[in-house]
Nanobody
Framework: VQLQASGGGLVRTGDSLRLSCAAS????????AGWFRQAPGKEREVVAS????????YYADSVKDRFTISRLNAENTVYLEMNNLKPEDTAVYYC????????????????????WGPGTLVTVSS
């Protein structure tokens, strides 16, 4: 499975962006998927996670009510809609997918994910 994130860019405070994560190879329709971000000088943190069928979703408190994670399994794509962006959202955003597992629950730790994309930079100016 190869993941490729896109949609990052330079925006202003209050703007919106939509990140996409396209999977190739075996696909990720049977995998929990997530978005992480890493700001300069900070550790990577989970932003959102979505189960295989989208039944359960997790958001970090810092993005709740502003970001929306979704997936289109038929196209092996996961999205992150980001609204009302703030300067503190500036980071490299990574999409990730876990190996298929029987227990379909969202995952919050980096080491629970097996496949990673190269990241896309989001910069929010004040």
């Amino acid at each position: 499975v190869q993941l490729q994130a896109s949609g990052g860019g330079l925006v202003r405070t209050g703007d919106s962006l939509r990140l996409s994560c396209a999977a190739s190879g075996r696909g990720i329709s049977y995998s929990v998927a997530g978005w992480f971000r890493q700001a300069p000088g900070k550790e990577r943190e989970v932003v959102a996670s979505i189960t295989r069928r989208g039944d359960f979703i997790y958001y970090a408190d810092s993005v709740k009510d502003r970001f929306t994670i979704s997936r289109l399994n038929a196209e092996n794509t996961v999205y992150l809609e980001m609204n009302n962006l703030k300067p503190e959202d500036t980071a490299v955003y990574y999409c990730a997918a876990a190996r298929p597992r029987l227990n379909d629950r969202y995952l919050l730790k980096s080491d629970e994910y097996y496949y990673w994309g190269p990241g896309t930079l989001v910069t929010v100016s004040s």
